[in-house]
């Protein structure tokens, strides 16, 4: 009953913040100062800051840190809604492709109506996977199948995904993402990453991020909203990407667990698949 309480009030929740942006697009649009370049507020749910200039510091991050290149064909896992595509179609030029998968429809038709339609090896797909804070229908993160063949992709990306996903998700997560990307394949993603300072350092921070319940290995943020933030130990993570067939070419720690001088806010990791 409980457990039923807590997920009726995270929906209820999430409608009311709909509401609220949907009212504003409304205003927006009512004035004259709806920007048709990027999506609607209602539509952006997840991520914090200014839409364009977020999504432009991370392709900027996939090139500087992970070294995308123009003509890679590119997997983006958790595409939300087109806040990396966006700026990507300026920079990624034929043969290269894109392709994005949430599991978030609204998004999807979003993308298919304002990028593919402009940008034709651009596409989206709406997946069905169940997560406790996005999604209470389909199959579960662990048992998923990404929707591509083997060996498809150059590049792939996963900004704020694994800090969503159990131990169990990650992994499968991990060996889909190796199966579909080419030998030599390059993986940039984002995590909470447990370790000497960042476990030393939780109690103090600030924002919500001391991940204060502990289950098996992990550190959440709600025991029962797994998926509202995970936190893993860094050997955990070394290990799964190891034998997921990934080699870590750098780790750059993020901003969450109180570093300064910092590339993002998670704790960015790249790899090679070997």
């Not at 993986?187 to 939780?202: E, P, V, Y």
């Not at 709600?222 to 290990?239: C, H, Q, S, Y």
Request: hydrophobic share 40%; glycine share 6%.
């Amino acid at each position: 009953m409980k457990m039923h309480t807590k997920r009726l009030r995270r929906r209820v929740r999430r409608a009311i913040d709909y509401l609220k942006a949907a009212h504003i697009d409304l205003r927006l649009w009512l004035t004259g100062k709806t920007d048709r370049d990027i999506p609607p507020l209602r539509l952006q749910i997840v991520g914090f800051g200014d839409f364009r200039r977020m999504g432009e510091e991370l392709v900027r991050l996939l090139i500087d840190a992970g070294g995308l290149r123009p003509t890679d064909r590119v997997l983006d896992i958790g595409c939300g809604v087109g806040r990396v595509a966006l700026p990507l179609t300026r920079y990624l030029q034929p043969p290269a492709r894109y392709d994005g998968f949430d599991v978030m429809k609204r998004a999807i038709r979003w993308c298919d109506r304002h990028i593919t339609a402009n940008h034709p090896n651009f596409r989206f797909h709406h997946v069905a996977v169940s997560n406790s804070e996005y999604s209470s229908g389909g199959v579960a993160a662990s048992d998923f199948r990404f929707p591509f063949a083997d060996a498809s992709f150059d590049f792939a990306f996963a900004t704020s995904v694994f800090t969503h996903l159990v131990e169990e998700e990650t992994k499968r997560y991990l060996a889909e993402t190796a199966r579909v990307l080419v030998s030599g394949g390059r993986l940039l993603a984002t995590f909470f990453l447990l370790n000497d300072f960042s476990l030393r350092n939780l109690p103090t921070r600030l924002g919500g991020y001391t991940f204060p319940f502990e289950r098996a290995s992990m550190r959440l943020l709600d025991p029962d909203n797994p998926a509202a933030g995970v936190a893993l130990p860094e050997e955990v993570i070394v290990t799964l990407l190891r034998d997921a067939r990934f080699k870590i070419s750098k780790i750059d720690y993020g901003e969450w667990s109180g570093r300064s001088n910092t590339i993002q806010f998670q704790d960015v990791v790249v790899c090679r698949r070997l």
